[in-house]
C-alpha cells in the first residue's frame, strides 16, 4: 500500500532531481574535497557549488553557510558558540514551544548555571512582541527563537525580534526548520546573527544541515578538526548530502511560490473540509501568520494516537500532539504552552502536506477520517455522557 503521507514536517521524500544529483558522489566522484589532486578537486567545486546555492536561498553569501549533520547540531552550535564568545554573559532568551533541539540544551545549560527565560505564547501560539522586549538585558547572551513551529505552523515575527535584538547588541539565533523552504527568507535585509535548517525537511537527505553564520559574528566552533568549513566545523564533508541540499535549497528557491500555492491549497481544503463536517473540531495556532503546509486540528473526546492507528490502516500517515510518555498521555509542551483545554489537546492531529500530495489523497483523507472520529468517539465515556460531565470535572 503506497502511504497517503501528510507528516513531511516530521521529514520529507528526497525530490527525484535531488536524488539523482547526489548519486554520483558515493561511486564515481568519491574523492575527499580537501585533498590535492584533482579527482578531490572536483568535489570541492561541487561544494562550492552547493554553498552558493543554499546561500542564494536564504539571501546570504557563501562564506556564511557552515554545513553540519542536522538541525539539532545547527542549533547546538549556535547556541554553545554565544556562550562561549560572551562569557560575562549568563542569560538565554527563548520560547516555551522551541523543538527539543533547543529546549533541551536551554534545560541543561540551565543546570550549568545559564539563566534561561522561556517566553509564553499567547492560545493562539504568538508571541507577545512586547513582553520579549521587556526579556532582552543586558545580561542576555543570545537569543534563540524558531521561525516556524513544527507543531502548529505558527510563524513568529522572526525580522522585528532580530531588529530589537540587534539595537541592544545582543546576538539572535533562530531555528528556521520549519520555515527553510516553506516561506520566504531574505537574511540580506534582516539582521539575524544565526540561522539553523535541516536537509531532510526540504526534500534532501536525513544527517545534513547548515548553520548559517554572518559574516563578522564571533563563533566558537563546537567539532574541533581538521580545517573544513573554514575551521568552524572539522569533519570530511557529507559530501553527497551536501551537493543533494544544493540542489534542494535551488529547486525551493525557482518553485517555492508556485509549489506553496498549490500545497496550501490541499491543506485548507483538507482542513475546512474536516472543520464543516466532523463536529467539536478546532484548528490549533494563528491561521494568519502559518505555514502553507500546516493544519493541527483538534478532535475533542478522541485521543490523537487512537485517531493515528486507525488512520495508519489506510496507509495515512500524520502525527499526533500528544505522546505516550511513561505511561502517561502527556499532550505536547506546544499545546500544553497554548493553554489548549485537555480534551481538546489529547485528541490534536497535525497534518503536514507537501508538493507530493494530491487532491485525491485529500479526498481518501476526508472519506476515512470522519468515520474513524464517529467510531472512536461512539467508544468514548465522555462523548457519550457529554461534553458537560468532563467540563465540569
Ligand atoms: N528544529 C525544528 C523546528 C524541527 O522541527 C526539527 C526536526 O523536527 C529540528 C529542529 C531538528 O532537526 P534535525 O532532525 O535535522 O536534527
Known amino acids: 500500500m503506497k502511504p497517503v503521507y501528510m507528516d513531511n514536517n516530521a521529514t520529507t521524500q528526497v525530490a527525484p532531481e535531488v536524488l539523482e544529483a547526489m548519486l554520483p558522489y558515493f561511486h564515481e566522484l568519491y574523492g575527499n574535497p580537501s585533498s590535492m589532486h584533482s579527482f578531490g578537486g572536483q568535489v570541492m567545486q561541487a561544494l562550492r557549488r552547493a554553498r552558493e546555492q543554499v546561500a542564494a536561498l536564504l539571501g546570504a553569501s557563501a562564506e556564511e553557510i557552515v554545513f553540519t549533520s542536522c538541525g539539532t547540531e545547527s542549533d547546538s552550535t549556535a547556541i554553545r558558540s554565544a556562550l562561549l564568545t560572551n562569557p560575562d554573559k549568563r542569560h538565554i532568551l527563548t520560547s516555551r514551544v522551541e523543538h527539543p533541539a533547543v529546549r533541551a540544551l536551554c534545560s541543561h545549560l540551565a543546570t550549568q548555571g545559564y539563566r534561561v527565560t522561556e517566553l509564553p505564547v499567547d492560545g493562539e501560539g504568538r508571541l507577545d512582541l512586547e513582553q520579549y522586549k521587556r526579556a532582552l538585558t543586558p545580561d542576555t547572551a543570545i537569543v534563540s527563537l524558531m521561525w516556524a513551529n513544527n507543531e502548529t505552523g505558527v510563524i513568529f515575527p522572526i525580522e522585528k525580534a532580530a531588529e530589537m535584538a540587534r539595537e ?226
Open 168 to 393: 541592544r547588541n545582543i546576538l539572535f539565533h533562530t531555528d528556521a526548520v520549519q520555515a527553510v523552504g516553506k516561506i520566504p527568507i531574505d537574511l540580506a535585509k534582516t539582521p539575524i546573527d544565526m540561522l539553523s535548517l535541516s536537509g531532510h525537511k526540504l526534500h534532501a537527505p536525513k544527517g545534513i544541515g547548515v548553520l548559517y553564520l554572518r559574516k563578522g559574528v564571533k563563533f566558537s566552533p563546537y567539532l574541533l578538526g581538521g580545517h573544513q568549513e573554514r575551521g568552524r566545523r572539522g569533519g570530511t564533508e557529507a559530501t553527497p548530502s551536501i551537493v543533494a541540499l544544493g540542489v534542494a535549497a535551488e529547486l525551493a528557491q525557482k518553485k517555492m511560490d508556485v509549489e506553496n500555492g498549490y500545497v496550501k491549497g490541499l491543506r485548507d481544503r483538507l482542513e475546512k473540509t474536516i472543520l464543516d463536517t466532523v463536529p467539536n473540531t478546532k484548528v490549533n495556532g494563528d491561521r494568519e501568520h502559518r505555514l502553507p503546509n500546516t493544519s493541527n486540528i483538534s478532535f475533542e473526546f478522541v485521543e490523537g494516537e487512537g485517531i493515528l492507528l486507525m488512520m495508519d490502516e489506510f496507509g495515512i500517515c500524520a502525527s499526533s500532539g500528544s505522546a505516550c510518555t511513561s505511561g502517561s498521555l502527556q499532550p505536547s509542551h506546544v499545546l500544553r504552552a497554548m493553554g489548549i483545554p485537555f480534551t481538546m489537546a489529547h485528541g490534536s492531529i497535525r497534518f503536514s502536506l507537501s508538493v507530493y500530495n494530491t487532491g485525491e489523497e485529500v479526498d481518501f483523507v476526508l472519506e476515512k477520517l470522519p468515520p474513524i472520529i464517529e467510531t472512536l468517539r461512539g467508544m468514548s465515556p465522555y462523548w457519550k455522557t457529554g461534553a458537560r460531565l468532563c467540563r465540569e470535572a
